[in-house]
Each structure stands twice: as structure tokens, then as C-alpha cells.
């Protein structure tokens, strides 16, 4: 941190996610680099209205200054969603791009604004674990080389049970999914991350599945849904037109119970 910055009062603009990592994060940057923070929550799937409420009032809650949500899943499918849908692009064959392919879209849409805000520092939520890191910075090197990058959850290293009593010392609201399980949902799906993810020995428990819950214990019998496409692209569900976005959506709500 510079002291021209803390002196400002020039805000750190945090990619905002409302998980347990990023949350931690606005109190300890907060905290830690004497200055105020600005959230940010990119939107390429998976939150509804009452979702993007409570991410906001959480994150003011945890003392930002201001939230901002943009609206990404348009410019998400149209930049990369749909040429993994038309290369059928899949990891290994088997592993779909899901979360890791949103990162990019993610980046620019924080830098982008971030510029706008008058920050010249941004925060991300990564740890040393995945590939997530190396797709946010690489990013964000290139696209702005001109902010600063911080990581603290990499760079210190901390625990998840850390950043939970930190939050519960504090008596800041802490996540949903509390120390236990890391989610990650967007247009493309979901995954979930937590002890049982370690190793084969076991696995996640029914209640922490976000969208399947009780597929594979309450089975149900089988259905059939027509998807129309041109040149590559959804364009209907059914025989009901409709944006690609919005087809991708409707057949996410009916394939979730069959797991």
C-alpha cells in the first residue's frame, strides 16, 4: 500500500463472490491496508434477484463502502459460452469449462470498472490451490497493467476456519456455507469444494449439493426436452423461442432434479 493511497482514501475494488474468502476480505483489507473497499459481484449465472440482495447487504455489512452487481451473462455466452458450446469443449473429454471459463469475462468487467472508480488497486479472493489465480492475473496484467493486484488469501496463506473466527470475533455475517464447503455457481454450472473433494474416501453430503439436492434419493422418472439450434447457437427449448441465455436457464431448471 502506498501512503499517497491511504492518505485519499483511494478504494481497493474487491471481486466480490460471497463466499467466505471474499468476505473475509473487506473487513481484513479494511483493516489491513487502512482503506475503504468497493465489492463487486460480476454476474455471469446463477443469481437470482434475492440472491444479488443479500450479496449486497453482506457485503455492506462487512463494511464496503458500495456494492456493485453487473449483468455479464449475455456478454459471457456471446464472448465465450458459445464456442464451448460449438466445439463441444470439455476437459478430458468428461469435465465441463464451467467456472473457470468465466474468470477472463470476470476480470475485464472489474478492471473496466475499477478505472471508472478511480482505483488504481484491485482484490481477488484466490487461493494457491487452483488455476483460478493464475486466470484472474494473467488478466489482469494484461488488460490493465497499470493497477495493483492483491491476493491475500494466497499470499498469507490463510485457513478457512481462520477467516471464519476472524468474521465471528468481529461479529460480521458470515456465509451460508460457513468454513465447510467453497461454491462456485455460473451459467455453465456449478462446483463444490470441501474435505470430502481431498481425497476418494468419501462425499459431499446430499445438503450441500446446491442445484441437485435429493436427485439420486428421490429419484424421478425420466423426461425428454427438444433443444433447437442454428449455426452452433440455442435458439430454442421445446419449440419455444428464446434468448441463449435465457434457454440455458429454463434447462438448468429441469434437468437439476434428475441430478
Known amino acids: 500500500m ?3 493511497a491511504a ?7 474487491l ?3 460471497g463466499g467466505l474468502d471474499t ?3 473487506v473487513p481484513w483489507l479494511i483493516e489491513h491496508e487502512r482503506r475503504p473497499v468497493i465489492t463487486v459481484t460480476v454476474d455471469t449465472g446463477g443469481i437470482d434477484g434475492e440472491a444479488a440482495r443479500a450479496l449486497a447487504e453482506r457485503a455492506r455489512a462487512l463494511g464496503a463502502v458500495a456494492h456493485h452487481q453487473v449483468e455479464a451473462r449475455a456478454d459471457y455466452f456471446e464472448q465465450v459460452l458459445r464456442f464451448l458450446i460449438m466445439g463441444n469443449v470439455r476437459r478430458g473429454q468428461l469435465y465441463p469449462l464451467c467456472v473457470g471459463a468465466e474468470r477472463v469475462m470476470q476480470a475485464q468487467t472489474i478492471a473496466r470498472l475499477a478505472r471508472k472508480l478511480g482505483s488504481d488497486t484491485v482484490a481477488h479472493g484466490c487461493t494457491a490451490a487452483g488455476n483460478d489465480q493464475v486466470r ?3 488478466a489482469l496484467r494484461t488488460l490493465a497493467p497499470d493497477l495493483k493486484v492483491l491476493a491475500p488469501v494466497r499470499d498469507e496463506a490463510f485457513k478457512r476456519q481462520d477467516e471464519l473466527e476472524y468474521l465471528q470475533q468481529r461479529a460480521l455475517p458470515v456465509p451460508p456455507t460457513g468454513a465447510s464447503y467453497s461454491v462456485n455457481r455460473g451459467l455453465w454450472g456449478v ?4 474435505r470430502e473433494t481431498l481425497t476418494s474416501a468419501g462425499s459431499i453430503p446430499d445438503d450441500a449439493w446446491l442445484l441437485t439436492r435429493d436427485a439420486f434419493t428421490r429419484p424421478r422418472p425420466a423426461e425428454r426436452h427438444v433443444l433447437g439450434f442454428r449455426a452452433g ?4 427449448l421445446d419449440g419455444r423461442a428464446g434468448s441463449p441465455v435465457g434457454i440455458i436457464e429454463a434447462l438448468e431448471a429441469l434437468a437439476a432434479p434428475f441430478g
Not at 462446483?191 to 470441501?194: F, K, S, V
Not at 447457437?233 to 430454442?236: D, F, T
Open 2 to 4: 502506498s501512503n499517497a
Open 15 to 17: 471481486a466480490y463472490s
Open 136 to 138: 484472474f492475473e494473467v
Open 23 to 25: 468476505s473475509f476480505l
Open 7 to 13: 492518505r485519499t482514501g483511494i478504494p481497493i475494488v
Open 191 to 194: 462446483t463444490i469444494g470441501g
Open 233 to 236: 447457437r440455442p435458439v430454442a
